[in-house]
């Protein structure tokens, strides 16, 4: 009788066992994990690549806005400010001075208002300014007008309009001009004892009080160099508190040129308003600086206070 044939599963081929044939299967299987594993990897490493560039980038647009100062505006060019008042803790470079009791700072701090000089004071004065520095300018992109001294830029030196020009002068101000001059200084001054809780009277004009005229031409001389932080407690002795009157818009007059305080851990910044006026104490409670103007051409006069008499000036006069 014939054999019968075996219907079940064959054997593999080429002379193997049942257990290679498996063990090729479960290498198979192994080879395919490996693959999606890898293939898994290289997809998180590109996620991790793709956000630490994005964490990257917002960490360096940080970095370049608070080096720019853009920390926190305390007043913008488009609002109109009735008062704003900030106080901080005094530093201790009045007690290195002699001091004034009724007037040296124990209230320390910076203001901000837009209801002392109108805007068309503001431009009335401004055309003063314009007039004076029209009789020379600096090389650089920092020019000076001092009615008081009558010091001048002239390219790269100064010089005293009143002696330089003589008689001429009264073809370029007017005693209106100086009327003006003096009712708004006497106006800034008011505010700035309010603010501070102190008698006005107690407060005199000290030099240098200024007017600035600021645009992006590269500076020739360290005169023009007007954006290194500062302290004005520091750099003039005189000075117990410092104001500034804006005489151009930021913005719509220049760009750049931004007041900044530079506290620890923050930059607050001031954008310039026709009018505006800021003060503050001159100590190093008040570090600040201002930013390079980039285009167009900022106005400012700073007006400066002692406590000391024998550091104040007089008002101008037109002779």
Not at 3 to 18: H, I, L, N, Y
Not at 22 to 42: C, N
Not at 178 to 202: K, N
Not at 277 to 300: C, D, I, M, P, Q
Request: glycine share 10%.
């Amino acid at each position: 009788m014939a054999p019968q044939r075996r219907t079940g599963p064959r054997a593999p081929e080429s002379g193997g066992s049942a257990g290679a044939w498996t063990e090729r299967r479960r290498l198979g299987s192994v080879k395919k994990s490996k693959v999606q594993q890898e293939s898994r990897r290289k997809w998180l490493k590109v996620v991790f690549l793709l956000s630490s560039a994005v964490l990257g980038g917002l960490l360096s647009w940080n970095y370049l806005l608070s080096e720019e100062g853009v920390t926190e505006v305390l007043a913008h060019y488009s609002e109109s400010l009735q008062d704003r008042f900030i106080e901080v803790p005094c530093s201790e470079d009045y007690d290195s001075h002699k001091r004034f009791e009724g007037c040296t700072p124990r209230k320390c701090g910076r203001g901000i208002t837009d209801a002392v000089i109108t805007r068309e004071e503001a431009e009335r004065i401004r055309g003063i300014a314009e007039r004076g520095l029209s009789l020379g300018g600096s090389d650089g992109g920092a020019s000076i007008l001092d009615l008081h001294s009558g010091a001048l830029s002239v390219g790269k030196h100064f010089v005293n309009l009143y002696r330089y020009f003589g008689d001429k002068i009264q073809d370029v101000f007017t005693e209106e001009d100086f009327q003006l001059y003096r009712d708004v200084r006497q106006r800034i001054q008011q505010t700035i004892a309010q603010a501070f809780g102190i008698g006005s009277s107690s407060m005199y004009l000290t030099k240098p009080t200024f007017f600035s005229r600021i645009n992006n031409t590269e500076a020739k001389t360290t005169h023009d160099e007007y954006w290194h932080p500062h302290i004005d407690k520091v750099t003039y002795g005189s000075f117990d508190y410092t104001s500034l009157l804006y005489l151009s818009d930021y913005t719509e007059d220049f760009g750049g040129g931004r007041f900044v305080f530079m506290d620890d851990g923050a930059n607050r910044t001031l954008e310039p308003r026709a009018g505006r006026v800021s003060f503050f104490t001159s100590g190093s409670e008040n570090l600040h600086r201002v930013e390079k103007v980039r285009w167009g051409t900022r106005y400012a006069i700073t007006i400066s206070f002692t406590c000391n008499p024998d550091h104040g000036i007089e008002d101008p006069v037109l002779t």
